[in-house]
Every structure is written in structure tokens, then in C-alpha cells.
């Protein structure tokens, strides 16, 4: 793995088909100061089993692109797009007369969405749009502008970039939740919107201390027991999930764009200890900070008379 890295780093932040592996987890290499790639392909190829933290979106335009999940075989054809979610083991496999793009991006910026827990659901499994013709032409022609813009590469064309993703998971959200307004009436009985927003306001300011179920509940209003329900139905995971998803995405964003050192990142995180900080990094990320650092993290600067520029 180590050295691996060292080749990682010693290409450009990085080359198109450039991949890191170990064993079946993947770690997507970005160009600097990005956390979207695409590559186009013609040329038939096959991928062995892997994940990866990314999420990933096929878009065919020529040819039959398989997809081999643990339980499923998803066969993509020109005018079907296929999203699958962040850590999802797939193999990959295209014949002759391929032409697809493949879009690979860090949902981070998305968790950052207060609405996001509607959704929360949708984003957990594979979303295959194949028969849904207006919609599947929506979100194919936003995605294909998202290509345009990556390849144009003209000022801020990463935040660009996203702001086709929010607006094709946005009309995605709003499908979802036509489709399945009933049942998420039922289940989330007379639960206060507001007040769940309130609460998930209350862990964004506090994330970084030591807050337990308890004071959420508090501050809430409910007894523990009752909000731990009420907050996993709102949300789709657990309130321990949700608090650790927030602390290590909180830790990536510093790992990725400051050269703070990692203990001071794990305090600011939030993570009570640095064996806590690498066991959660280790179970999300298949690998420690400090590898993470060495991935993605922003290129070393460069020495000027033996100071920093």
C-alpha cells in the first residue's frame, strides 16, 4: 500500500486511468483541489470485484455496460443510467463497441444537504433509471452538462460540476418522495419536521463534543428512548451513524484541504481518542488517516529559501 502511494504521488494528481487498490477496495485519484473524475471509454475492458468511497454513475451511449453486485447483474444500455452508492462492491464488464461515460464523485458535499435525511434511503442502494423515460432524460441531460463542464475545466468548474449533481438528486429526491409519500406518513406518525431539523442544527454546531444521545434528546425535548426512534426514522440511520458520519466527513474535509496536523484533526472532529479516530477510519474508509492524507490530501507546497510559499 505504501508504495502504491508513492507512486500515487509521484504522478500529477493524477493521470486519467490512473487506479489505486488494495486488495478490492479502490481509492479514486482526483486531479488537485477536486473530488469529481469521468472517463470516457471505448475499448472494451472488465473490473474485477471492488469499492469504493465515491459514488459511481454509468452512462452508456453505445453498447452494454454489466454491472455484478452481490446480489444483482444490472445490464446498462444506451439511454439508462445506473447510480451506485458510496462502498458498494461491484464488478464492471463492456464488450466491443462500447461507448459510456463514467462518472465517479465524494458524495461529502451532498451529506451537507438538511434535507438530505428524506432521501436518506434512496442514497443506500442502487438507483437504475430504465424505465422512466422523462426522467431519465432529465438527469441524463444534466449529467452530460456535469461532462462538459469537467472537461472544459474553465474557473470553478468542480463546484460547477456539483451543482449538476444537486439538481439530478434533487428531481431524484422529489420522485422518491412522490413515490413513497404514503408509507413515510405512516411511519414517521406526527413527528415535528421542525424540531428534527432543530435537532440536527444542534448536532452541526456541537458535533465536535461530547454529545451524547442523551443531551440531543434534552435539547430536543423527548425522553431518550423515544427520540432515538423518532431521530432514525427522520434521518434513516441511527443518531451514533449520523454523528460519526458527520465527524468523519468533518475529518476528510481537514485531511484533504490543510496540512493540520492528525491529532489536532482528530480533537476537531470530534473523535475522543486517535485509536477511536483510526478504528471509525479504518471501518468507513479501509484505511488510516494518515493514507487517506497521502491520496487525497492537497500536494505538499513547495520551498521557497527554506520556508513555505
Known amino acids: 500500500m505504501e508504495r502504491q502511494m508513492d507512486e500515487a504521488q509521484a504522478h500529477s494528481r493524477f493521470p486519467d486511468g490512473f487506479r489505486i487498490l488494495q486488495g478490492k477496495q479502490e481509492y479514486?485519484?482526483?486531479?488537485?483541489?477536486?473530488?469529481?473524475?469521468?472517463?470516457?471509454?471505448d475499448v472494451a475492458a472488465h473490473y474485477d470485484a471492488h469499492s469504493h468511497s465515491a459514488?459511481?454513475?454509468?452512462?452508456?451511449?453505445?453498447?452494454?455496460?454489466?454491472?455484478?453486485?452481490?446480489?444483482?447483474?444490472?445490464?446498462v444500455h444506451p439511454g439508462e443510467i445506473l447510480i451506485l452508492p458510496s462502498g458498494c462492491s461491484h464488478d464492471l464488464t463492456e464488450?466491443?463497441?462500447?461507448?459510456?461515460y463514467l462518472i465517479l464523485f465524494e458524495p461529502t458535499p451532498l451529506l451537507c444537504l438538511r434535507d438530505l435525511p428524506n432521501i436518506g434511503d434512496m442514497l443506500q442502494h442502487p438507483i437504475y433509471l430504465h424505465d422512466q423515460p422523462e426522467l431519465q432524460k432529465q438527469i441524463?441531460?444534466?449529467?452530460?452538462?456535469?461532462?462538459?463542464?469537467?472537461?472544459?475545466?474553465?474557473?470553478?468548474?468542480?463546484?460547477?460540476?456539483?451543482?449538476?449533481?444537486?439538481?439530478?438528486?434533487?428531481?431524484?429526491?422529489?420522485?422518491?418522495?412522490q413515490c413513497t409519500?404514503?408509507?413515510?406518513?405512516?411511519?414517521?406518525?406526527?413527528?415535528?419536521?421542525?424540531?428534527?431539523?432543530?435537532?440536527?442544527?444542534?448536532?452541526?454546531?456541537?458535533?465536535?463534543?461530547?454529545i451524547?444521545?442523551?443531551?440531543?434528546?434534552?435539547?430536543?425535548?423527548?425522553?431518550?428512548?423515544?427520540?432515538?426512534?423518532?431521530?432514525?426514522?427522520?434521518?434513516?440511520?441511527?443518531?451514533?451513524?449520523?454523528?460519526?458520519?458527520?465527524?468523519l466527513n468533518a475529518a476528510m474535509d481537514l485531511l484533504i484541504n490543510t496540512r493540520q496536523p492528525i491529532r489536532e484533526i482528530c480533537d476537531s472532529a470530534g473523535f475522543g481518542s486517535m485509536a477511536t479516530f483510526n478504528r471509525v477510519f479504518r471501518q468507513q474508509k479501509n484505511c488510516t488517516p494518515s493514507q487517506f492524507r497521502a491520496i487525497y490530501g492537497a500536494m505538499p507546497m513547495a520551498e521557497n529559501g527554506g520556508g513555505l510559499i
Not at 461532462?147 to 449538476?164: D, G, L, Q
Request: aromatic share 16%; glycine share 4%; charged share 20%.
Open 55 to 75: 459514488i459511481e454513475i454509468i452512462i452508456p451511449h453505445r453498447g452494454i455496460s454489466v454491472y455484478r453486485l452481490q446480489n444483482e447483474t444490472y445490464r
Open 212 to 247: 451524547p444521545l442523551e443531551r440531543v434528546a434534552v435539547f430536543a425535548g423527548f425522553s431518550k428512548c423515544y427520540f432515538s426512534r423518532v431521530f432514525k426514522q427522520f434521518s434513516g440511520v441511527s443518531f451514533s451513524e449520523f454523528l460519526i458520519r458527520k465527524r
Open 95 to 100: 464488450r466491443n463497441n462500447i461507448l459510456r
Open 140 to 177: 441524463g441531460d444534466l449529467l452530460m452538462q456535469m461532462v462538459t463542464c469537467y472537461f472544459k475545466k474553465e474557473p470553478m468548474w468542480n463546484a460547477m460540476c456539483y451543482s449538476y449533481i444537486f439538481q439530478a438528486y434533487a428531481l431524484l429526491g422529489q420522485h422518491y418522495l
Open 28 to 41: 479514486i485519484t482526483y486531479i488537485e483541489r477536486s473530488s469529481i473524475r469521468i472517463w470516457p471509454s
Open 181 to 210: 409519500a404514503p408509507a413515510d406518513t405512516a411511519s414517521h406518525g406526527n413527528i415535528d419536521p421542525a424540531i428534527m431539523n432543530s435537532a440536527m442544527t444542534f448536532i452541526n454546531e456541537h458535533y465536535m463534543e461530547d
